[in-house]
């Protein structure tokens, strides 16, 4: 049995036996009972806590903390369902055509000024989408494209009508997060206002398990216990989000008790499954991991412009001068060494994924085989490509390749030369980023490899102004494999705000994805069809590369009590952390 199977073993094994060892925190827990639960932040700092904006994972972990969902996960099913804590949605109806849904929203929840939240604050972010200029996400960019109306015709009634009859209605529409309207109409009077106002690092009203108290840059964002959240007694006094420099300064806080809970780094995660089974420390081995990948910019980074005109025809998005052309895109996936990444990296215990999916993600065609290691075929394609090495000096250059014979003809001589970024801080990517230089310098191609400010990256990524770039890709929960629309859709393919930065676009993916979604009687197998079609163009065009998969340690202190990790839930160790009770 290698590396990886005897860890996931062992999750699986601890998983249940905390699961039936651990009791949870006694009933009889008041609010703010419990000492602070800190958890580390070694990336960027939270970049707004408006959730209408927010697009990067550092200001949704907080986001999603102190205002309610729209409709919540059954963290027992791992399925989206009506009436669950933490949401507003009750129940829902579905008309004859299929277009219509009718949601019911609970009324026993409130903002933290004692205001009902009410469907008003629903269609306030419907009113902020709708607004030309404002920057909303890349989630409620795909639901903008998905919905023709919405409506409250009562305080606890939310009517959408879609564009189609739509497989993936409900979780199109769970993206949305209610936000105050009476306050943010006093905030900002012309919703393109919030797109930088201080206000959205100091919201003064919420109503999540946690109230935010403050964010001091660079230091720490505190949450504190919602003594009026309606779903359960919060027990912990707050929910800090500790700023710290690095994975190895993480850690070291940890061992010194300095943080209740973190993420194992890749290079210590053997020594702290050997903790984890000795007792010394409480572990949970998540199946549901996050992917490692890397985006292209196949389209001019000096000219960012919308996928899609007015009426929904296609922009022409210019020419990435290497990454435009498939054979190159695809002559570094063949020269990408994923065991030399796998044994110095992840440790022998990562795979490679073949597209952008799990493989036990029900949509997931299995037949579909990653690229291989071939330096042989590495070297033909980029050949082929029009790149070849005539000075000798070890490098590549256009000699006839699709960017001096199609946009400028002075490129003809230029070196094959782009710049590689990543996060910087995160040990393990920044030793993957130059491992990808080396290998790729096999083949006469040069990255200049540079790791950068996660919230600098994460805008170059949306504003397209890159050439690549690796971080991770967190994983939806539940699973919808039409979100792969949200990232290579042409929809969201939006200079500034969609996932799309890369400027993907194929006429057949838009059809099997489009037609996938609304398939009459939505019947899986034939969805399954269509996806696995999509799924394989994704691999013959890649527009990504995907890097790494790897099953993720998280630890926490022996002293927290109610600790039980569910691989069902929406947050597999996190899920009840409003329940968990360390001792002040």
Not at 347 to 363: I, V
Request: proline letters at 7%.
């Amino acid at each position: 049995m290698n590396r990886f199977s005897k860890l996931f073993v062992l999750g699986l094994t601890l998983a249940l036996v905390l699961a039936l060892g651990i009791p949870a925190v006694a009933q009889d827990r008041t609010a703010g009972e419990g000492a602070p639960l800190i958890l580390p932040n070694f990336g960027a700092d939270i970049a707004t806590l408006n959730p209408i904006l927010a697009n990067d994972g550092t200001s949704t972990t907080i986001t999603t903390r102190i205002y309610p969902g729209f409709i919540g996960v059954d963290n027992d099913l791992g399925l989206l369902a009506p009436g669950m804590p933490g949401s507003l949605v009750t129940d829902w109806t579905i008309s004859e055509d299929g277009l219509t849904y009718t949601f019911t929203l609970r009324d026993d929840y409130v903002w933290t000024d004692g205001t009902p939240v009410t469907s008003a604050d629903v269609m306030y972010v419907w009113d902020a989408m709708n607004t030309e200029g404002v920057n909303i996400n890349g989630n409620l960019q795909d639901l903008l494209a998905k919905v023709t109306s919405m409506e409250a015709p009562d305080a606890n009634t939310v009517v959408i009508t879609f564009v189609n009859p739509d497989c993936n209605a409900v979780d199109t529409a769970a993206v949305l997060t209610p936000v105050p309207a009476h306050v943010y109409s006093e905030l900002f009077p012309n919703f393109v206002e919030m797109n930088e106002s201080p206000d959205n690092l100091n919201p003064t009203v919420t109503s999540g398990a946690w109230n935010f108290l403050n964010f001091r840059p660079g230091e720490q964002v505190t949450l504190g216990a919602n003594a009026g959240y309606p779903d359960d007694v919060v027990v912990p006094e707050g929910w800090i989000y500790k700023t710290v420099a690095d994975q190895t300064v993480q850690t070291e806080q940890f061992l010194n008790g300095q943080l209740t809970y973190m993420g194992v780094p890749n290079a210590r995660q053997t020594e702290f499954a050997e903790y984890v089974e000795a007792g010394t420390y409480l572990g949970h081995f998540s199946p549901r991991v996050n992917m490692r990948f890397l985006a292209f910019n196949l389209g001019d980074p000096t000219n960012p412009v919308p996928g899609l005109d007015a009426d929904g025809n296609p922009i022409d998005q210019g020419l990435h001068p290497v990454f435009g052309d498939v054979r190159v895109r695809q002559a570094l996936n063949y020269a990408y060494d994923f065991d030399q990444v796998n044994e110095a990296i992840l440790l022998g215990y990562g795979f490679q994924p073949a597209t952008h999916s799990r493989p036990d993600d029900w949509a997931y065609p299995a037949d579909l085989a990653p690229y291989a290691f071939d330096l042989d075929m590495a070297n033909q394609l980029l050949e082929e490509a029009g790149w070849v090495d005539t000075d000798g000096d070890g490098v590549r250059e256009c000699r006839g390749c699709l960017y001096a014979t199609e946009v400028d003809s002075s490129f003809e001589g230029s070196p094959m030369t782009f710049r590689l970024e990543t996060n910087a801080g995160n040990t393990s990517q920044e030793q993957l980023g130059i491992l990808l230089q080396d290998m790729w310098r096999q083949v006469g191609v040069n990255a200049e490899f540079q790791p950068i400010d996660f919230n600098v990256l994460v805008d170059s990524l949306t504003g397209q102004t890159f050439d690549a770039l690796f971080i991770f890709w967190g994983f939806g929960f539940p699973f919808d494999p039409d979100g792969m629309a949200v990232t290579f859709g042409a929809i969201n393919d939006e200079p500034g705000a969609g996932f799309n930065g890369g400027s993907y676009y194929n006429a057949r993916f838009e059809e099997l994805v489009a037609e996938a979604r609304a398939l009459p009687g939505c019947d899986i197998d034939a969805r399954r069809d269509l996806y696995q079609e999509a799924y394989t163009i994704l691999h013959e065009d890649s527009p990504w590369m995907w890097l790494a998969l790897q099953e993720a340690l998280v630890v926490a202190q022996p002293n927290v009590e109610g600790w039980s990790p569910k691989p069902t839930a929406s947050s597999e160790a996190l899920w009840n952390d409003v329940s968990w009770y360390v001792a002040p």
